[in-house]
């Protein structure tokens, strides 16, 4: 964030629905205090409001009051009232203004379901939350509350409609593998990297058919490799990028511009001995033309996303 208290002005057309004369706490303080206090890593009531009271020379630069933090109760009770679509809108017109897409940008769509937002008392479900980040800095660009994990389907087409993608590459997990989704990016402009599982069947199945371990050694086409040491722990990444769609058969022709098969290889050694190596595969399609690097890097930034 920059010393500017012009981007929440992009929150002034939520209506309050409160009767005036009763208001103690504006509703710009409470919006300012929730999604700084949120973004910040707070996901519940209380732990917002001790990050009003804490934090209040920070929120002063950003136009708040200067009063005390609302509890945690008043805060609950007001966000309450307000439109969901509206804050969405806002908050994606605030990311718009403070975060410019550069062209090839990758945005990771991902899903999550917030720490302590289950309430055994209540037998409230947990809050499940699907969120695009611009993954070069971490930036969310915008996020949908789900019912549950299922319905990230229909949710991920909603959230790409608010946004302007055009010219980026958008990555999702296995969940988001589905046509209409990939369909939907390539109508805002963009283009698609899209992990591939079980969910698409007979697509995992033709990658299966396709991928030998030998690859790893000998391959004619586009390769990548990168090794990290952390922890004692050495890893191994290897991207393998395939042009010639034909070992697809016709389903190369069931995803609108598909231009890229690609397999992601993770060896991870944790002794010094290779049996003590775990092995991971995982499938991608693209409409992209990705070279192997762009690959490798992509789907790293993805991991590292779903690891925030």
């Given at each position: 964030?920059?010393?500017?208290?012009?981007?929440?002005?992009?929150?002034?057309?939520?209506?309050?629905?409160?009767?005036?004369?009763?208001?103690?706490?504006?509703?710009?303080?409470?919006?300012?205090?929730?999604?700084?206090?949120?973004?910040?890593?707070?996901?519940?009531w209380?732990?917002?409001?001790?990050?009003?009271?804490?934090?209040?020379?920070?929120?002063?630069?950003?136009?708040?009051?200067?009063?005390?933090?609302?509890?945690?109760?008043?805060?609950?009770?007001?966000?309450?009232?307000?439109?969901?679509?509206?804050?969405?809108?806002?908050?994606?017109?605030?990311?718009?203004?403070?975060?410019?897409?550069?062209?090839?940008?990758?945005?990771?769509?991902?899903?999550?379901?917030l720490?302590?937002?289950?309430?055994r008392?209540?037998?409230q479900?947990?809050?499940?939350?699907?969120?695009?980040?611009?993954?070069?800095?971490?930036?969310?660009?915008?996020?949908?509350?789900?019912?549950?994990?299922?319905n990230?389907?229909?949710?991920?087409?909603k959230?790409?409609?608010?946004?302007?993608?055009s010219?980026?590459?958008?990555?999702?997990?296995?969940?988001?593998?589905?046509?209409?989704i990939?369909?939907?990016?390539?109508?805002?402009?963009?283009?698609?990297?899209?992990?591939?599982?079980?969910?698409?069947?007979?697509?995992?199945?033709a990658?299966?058919?396709?991928?030998?371990?030998?690859?790893?050694?000998?391959?004619d086409?586009?390769?990548?490799?990168?090794?990290?040491?952390?922890?004692?722990?050495?890893?191994?990444?290897?991207?393998?990028?395939n042009?010639?769609?034909?070992?697809?058969?016709d389903?190369?022709?069931d995803?609108?511009?598909?231009?890229?098969?690609?397999?992601?290889?993770?060896?991870?050694?944790?002794?010094?001995?290779?049996?003590?190596?775990?092995?991971s595969?995982?499938?991608?399609?693209s409409?992209?033309?990705?070279?192997?690097?762009?690959?490798?890097d992509?789907?790293?930034?993805?991991?590292?996303?779903?690891?925030?």
């Open positions: 964030m920059t010393e500017d208290k012009s981007p929440f002005m992009h929150f002034i057309s939520i209506r309050d629905v409160r009767q005036e004369g009763k208001v103690e706490h504006t509703l710009s303080d409470i919006i300012l205090i929730t999604i700084c206090a949120v973004l910040s890593g707070h996901d519940t209380k732990g917002i409001s001790d990050y009003g009271r804490k934090q209040r020379d920070f929120l002063l630069r950003f136009g708040f009051s200067g009063k005390t933090s609302p509890s945690a109760d008043t805060i609950a009770r007001v966000m309450g009232t307000i439109s969901t679509k509206a804050l969405q809108n806002a908050f994606i017109e605030w990311m718009k203004s403070c975060h410019e897409l550069t062209d090839g940008e990758v945005i990771a769509i991902d899903g999550k379901t720490k302590g937002s289950y309430n008392a209540t037998d479900a947990a809050i499940h939350m699907v969120n695009a980040f611009a993954t070069a800095n971490g930036v969310c660009l915008g996020q949908s509350k789900v019912d549950s994990k299922t990230e389907i229909t949710a991920i087409p959230l790409l409609e608010l946004l302007d993608i010219g980026c590459l958008i990555t999702i997990d296995a969940m988001g593998c589905q046509r209409k990939a369909q939907k990016i390539i109508d805002k402009n963009a283009d698609y990297l899209l992990a591939v599982k079980g969910n698409q069947g007979r697509l995992d199945e990658f299966d058919n396709y991928y030998r371990p030998s690859m790893l050694q000998h391959f086409g586009d390769s990548y490799s990168s090794q990290e040491k952390s922890h004692g722990r050495l890893e191994t990444r290897c991207a393998l990028i042009t010639n769609l034909s070992v697809l058969g389903l190369a022709y995803w609108p511009e598909l231009k890229t098969m690609g397999i992601m290889v993770s060896v991870r050694q944790e002794g010094k001995h290779a049996e003590e190596s775990d092995i595969v995982r499938y991608y399609i409409s992209k033309a990705l070279t192997a690097k762009e690959l490798h992509a789907t790293r930034s993805h991991w590292l996303i779903e690891s925030m």
